[in-house]
């Protein structure tokens, strides 16, 4: 690859969204508002990991159902220009992995589904989309919050559906930035 480009796939997404956590979780004990990056990089790393998951071989596990019916007719006919895709919207993509027909569904606890969707919702959309306020946030339950997108993206990602998508260097990678992150948070 060129020194030129710098090249991302949906597993390196994932792959620097723990590297991020990795470097960040040390960092926000001394200055807390670091913590901004893990909820960021989390959410990430976990819709990330969701998209690895679903894609398919033909791409479309992971769009909306407008554009994916847009695509497939498009395949089907080869004619006009080709459609815009849109990634399916968070909660979409949680709800596909949790009610899959083929492979193993993930399965959450009602508070591992809670504290997920709070990660999304609440904390990273309020970072994300930052409007003139004060807010404070309890650090109390944000190292539990962490700890469940941690534990989904291991499993999804080292998931024997995935294994062909990683090579061992890798799933090294991926251990070694959720371990560091894990330790950093205790």
Known sequence: MSKHYIRYDEVED???SIDLLAIMAPLAKANPSYWKWLIIGAQ???QGAMVCLLTGTNGIGVLDKKSAKKVLAWHESRSGPYPNERLAEFDELLDRCRNRATGNSLALS???????KKLHAILRNNFAHFQPKSWSIERAGLPRILNVALSVIEEIMLGDEL????????KRRLRKG???TRRAMV
């Open 14 to 16: 994932v792959l620097t």
């Open 163 to 170: 294994d062909h998508k990683l090579s061992g260097n890798r």
């Open 44 to 46: 990430n790393g976990l």
């Open 110 to 116: 009602d508070t591992e589904l809670q504290d997920v």
């Open 178 to 180: 959720i371990a560091a």
